[in-house]
């Protein structure tokens, strides 16, 4: 079992940036991939970033061009780099480990952009 634990989410205003953080522990060998998604009030989990054991990433449409995703595989942890925030970016963020057909969650962080 794969356990996740997020850091990093906050206020921020409209243009500013954040840094967000997905610690893996436990059974962590042989993890295909990670990913960071979002739910924001009212609406569905969504994909924003993921990386696979390989390096291949992938990004919403939404978040090309202003969201980064990369990973410390010596430190086992996952980043989300958000620049240029927008207010409609305000949602609660969840890291994902996919390993064998299994998914693990973090508890969330909440990201909340100010207009």
């Known amino acids: 079992q794969v356990q996740l634990v997020e850091s990093g989410g906050g206020l921020v205003q409209a243009g500013g940036s954040l840094r967000l953080s997905c610690a893996a522990s436990?059974?962590?060998?042989?993890?295909?991939?990670m990913g960071w998604y979002r739910q924001a009030p009212g609406k569905q989990r969504e994909l924003v970033a993921a990386?696979?054991?390989?390096?291949?990433?992938n990004y919403a449409d939404s978040v090309k061009g202003r969201f980064t995703i990369s990973r410390d595989n010596r430190k086992n942890t996952v980043y989300l780099q958000l620049n240029t925030l927008k207010p409609e970016d305000t949602a609660v963020y969840y890291c994902n480990a996919l390993k064998l057909g299994r998914e693990s969650w973090g508890q969330g962080t909440q990201v909340t952009v100010s207009s």
């Open positions: 990386i696979t054991s390989g390096g291949r990433t």
């Open positions: 436990g059974s962590i060998f042989s993890i295909n991939a």
